[in-house]
Structures are given as structure tokens and as C-alpha cells.
Antibody
Framework: QVQLQQWGAGLLKPSETLSLTCAVYGGSFSGYYWSWIRQPPGKGLEWIGEINHAGVSTLNPSLKSRVTISVDTSKKYFSLKVRSVTAADTAMYYC???????????WGQGTTVTVSS | DIQLTQSPSFLSASVGDRVTITCRASQDVNTYLAWYQQKPGKAPKLLIYAASTLQSGVPSRFSGSGSGTEFTLTISSLQSEDFAAYYCQQVHSYPPYTFGQGTKLEIK
């Protein structure tokens, strides 16, 4: 059974870089799209972007200038970086597995990220 | 971006009730629509993909229908564990893959 486990710094100051990593356990890494989604407190879900095993990423245009998603296939990890964070980036961040035209069927446990001076 | 509008945003119902949540897309998404359930403090859980296909392990009281721009999620007989937030997501065109704003289902 596939499991995703994520980690990263939870408290940042404005202008710092958010960095999260998600590890894939128990399943194949290729053939899927590995995604990041966030959810501000009390609000809905926002798709940040995704990457495949070959390292091809697609990002939300609203965040594209500040976001990088990368992959390490040897470790079955994928990572998210968001530069120059502000309070608006405060959210629960999730990693997830997806297929084309399918949806997100396996999710990480979530990481709370707070941006505060 | 394709906008998804869910209705209602809040729904109060009782155990045993039949409830329907609607998701309307601003453009045709064919049947490339997924539904999720999210309980407080937990990650979303995929319920339905391809508009009407039940994800493995999801109870049969959940069903989805629709195509094009209008979709519904129906729970045939509410159970206590179904009180949660529900989100639709279009997986037709991106970036970005957009979500609806959510429907919070509460106990009456």
C-alpha cells in the first residue's frame, strides 16, 4: 500500500523560502504525477503544481514565479520550494499522488506552515 | 482557469437523509471531475473519479453523476461518519487543476 510521508520547516519569517519534501513508500514512482496542494486556515484547497518521475513539472500560474517542484527518483522523494513567502502563504501543505485525468488518490499527512515575523 | 462553483456551501442534514451536492464548471470538463471528502484535521480523501466511478473502498451510498459542466455528488443515506467537507476538482485542463470552494455538511 502506497504511503506518502512529508516533512519540512513549519515556521518561517516573511521573505524566507518554504521547503517541504515528500517521500513515497511502498509503490511505484513512475507512471504517476506527484502533486502539492495547500489549504489556508478555514479555507478551500489550492493546487500548487505537480511533477512526474522524469522531472517534468507543471505549476499553478498564480504561484509559478516563486515555486519550484523537484524530484529525486533514486530516493523516491519530491520536493516543494516557495520563495519569498508572506503571511498569505500560511497554510496546511499536502503532497499527493495523481494520474492524468483521474484525481489525487493518495495523500500525505499534511504540514502546517506559518509565516510570521 | 476553469472555475468550479459548488452549491450549497453549507448543508445541514440528519442521519438517514439523502443529500445532493452540485458542482458547476465554467467550461466543459467532459467527465474529468473528482470528488473528495475532508474531515477536520485530515487530508482529503478521494471518493469519486471520472465523475461517476467510485474509488476502491468507498461505500456504495456515495454516487456521482454528470458530464460537461454540471455534476452531482449524492449520499443516499447519511451516516454519522459522512459529516465532513466535500470538494470537487476538475482534472480536465491545467494548469491549474482547480477545486470547488467546498460544501460543509453538518448535522442538523
Amino acid at each position: 500500500q502506497v504511503q506518502l510521508q512529508q516533512w519540512g520547516a513549519g515556521l518561517l519569517k516573511p521573505s524566507e523560502t518554504l521547503s517541504l519534501t515528500c517521500a513515497v513508500y511502498g509503490g511505484s514512482f513512475s507512471g504517476y504525477y506527484w502533486s502539492w496542494i495547500r489549504q489556508p486556515p478555514g479555507k478551500g484547497l489550492e493546487w500548487i503544481g505537480e511533477i512526474n518521475h522524469a522531472g517534468v513539472s507543471t505549476l499553478n500560474p498564480s504561484l509559478k514565479s516563486r515555486v519550484t517542484i523537484s524530484v529525486d527518483t533514486s530516493k523516491k522523494y519530491f520536493s516543494l520550494k516557495v520563495r519569498s513567502v508572506t503571511a498569505a502563504d500560511t497554510a496546511m501543505y499536502y503532497c499527493a499522488r495523481g494520474w492524468v485525468h483521474y484525481g489525487l488518490d493518495v495523500w500525505g499527512q499534511g504540514t502546517t506552515v506559518t509565516v510570521s515575523s | 482557469d476553469i472555475q468550479l462553483t459548488q452549491s450549497p456551501s453549507f448543508l445541514s442534514a440528519s442521519v438517514g437523509d439523502r443529500v445532493t451536492i452540485t458542482c458547476r464548471a465554467s467550461q466543459d470538463v467532459n467527465t474529468y471531475l473528482a470528488w473528495y471528502q475532508q474531515k477536520p484535521g485530515k487530508a482529503p480523501k478521494l471518493l469519486i473519479y471520472a465523475a461517476s466511478t467510485l474509488q476502491s473502498g468507498v461505500p456504495s451510498r456515495f454516487s456521482g453523476s454528470g458530464s460537461g459542466t454540471e455534476f452531482t455528488l449524492t449520499i443516499s443515506s447519511l451516516q454519522s461518519e459522512d459529516f465532513a467537507a466535500y470538494y470537487c476538482q476538475q482534472v480536465h485542463s491545467y494548469p491549474p487543476y482547480t477545486f470547488g470552494q467546498g460544501t460543509k455538511l453538518e448535522i442538523k
